[in-house]
DNA sequence: GCTTATAATGAAAAAGATTTTCAATAGTAA
DNA sequence: TTACTATTGAAAATCTTTTTCATTATAAGC
């Protein structure tokens, strides 16, 4: 399943002309895997462990290469704004862990009521929408807040 | 009612031991009248037009302290993050026009339903939620996207 | 009104994040 | 194997944000 999702990403980079790199390879790897959002120094720091001499530069371009063919989408936190996560199929929010930071993405079909009711009040026509929710996962529950597991 | 609330402001930065200077009479004015964000470089060149000396490093240092005491709020939009809004009561969303960035609120109380169902399906502690719709404002559909009108 | 303590200011420097430039490298097609 | 050129990393440049610090100015006490 995910095995596939990195077949499909390099397919894809190799559909528009791009060219298959070791850092590519390694970037593409970690960012279909994750499943948290990363932010550019976070995915050099875990990519460098496996390709020491990767530069900083190409994880921003490789980043913007794989949000261009809407791969990975950019996910918005309160204390962190250019981290990406795989993009999701169809239209689907984000559920993300305050603690680990860990994402779930879930369907939000019952908002069409909400939309027609803002778009009459207020006379805007409404194109798109942002809908987040924040909590605390499963794990982060059962640890009641003692340590925080991140990426490893 | 605008008023009121850059003298609510005012008194609130008083009553926490803050000092009314020149450039926070300015800097609250603008942002207690402003209908869309505004990040700290706009805010400053706005407020530089009254108060040339004005510089970009108190314009931060209102921000922060403004929104450390919930005046403002800051705005995520796809291509900026570091905008402020003023405040608003109670537990509300953000309607943004796409072309000229102004900002309605509404709430959205029949979201109660969703983060049940999406607790009870992934096992996560929902504390929070972001909901923020983006669409075209009245004025903006009447102009068919001919030209964005921005603060003046 | 005058004095005083100190919060707030702006300039400059520092720190961080992101983008651009460029010569060297390495995929890929022939 | 060769040739073309996309990609790379280092370094420089650009922006954004934070810190430092001497100076200024608010507000409280007299």
């Known amino acids: 399943m995910?095995?596939?999702?990195?077949?499909?990403?390099?397919?894809?980079?190799?559909?528009?002309?791009?060219?298959?790199?070791?850092?590519?390879?390694?970037?593409?790897?970690?960012?279909?895997?994750?499943?948290?959002?990363?932010?550019?120094?976070?995915?050099?720091?875990?990519?460098?462990?496996?390709?020491?001499?990767?530069?900083?530069?190409?994880?921003?371009?490789?980043?913007?290469?794989?949000?261009?063919?809407?791969?990975?989408?950019?996910?918005?936190?309160p204390d962190k704004c250019q981290a990406y996560i795989a993009a999701f199929d169809g239209h689907q929010h984000l559920l993300l862990c305050s603690q680990c930071g860990r994402v779930r993405f879930f369907d939000g079909d019952e908002l069409g009521g909400l939309v027609r009711?803002?778009?009459?009040?207020s006379g805007y026509r409404v194109e798109d929408h942002w809908l987040q929710l924040f909590g605390l996962c499963d794990q982060c529950q059962a640890l009641q807040g003692n340590e925080v597991v991140l990426y490893e």
Not at 42 to 65: C, D, F, K, M, N
């Open 2 to 77: 995910i095995e596939e999702r990195v077949q499909e990403w390099l397919g894809r980079l190799q559909a528009c002309g791009c060219r298959l790199t070791g850092p590519r390879y390694i970037l593409v790897e970690i960012l279909a895997r994750a499943d948290r959002a990363l932010n550019p120094q976070e995915l050099h720091a875990i990519a460098s462990q496996r390709y020491p001499s990767l530069g900083l530069v190409s994880v921003y371009r490789t980043l913007e290469r794989l949000e261009s063919l809407h791969l990975i989408q950019r996910v918005h936190q």
């Open 117 to 121: 009711r803002v778009e009459q009040e």
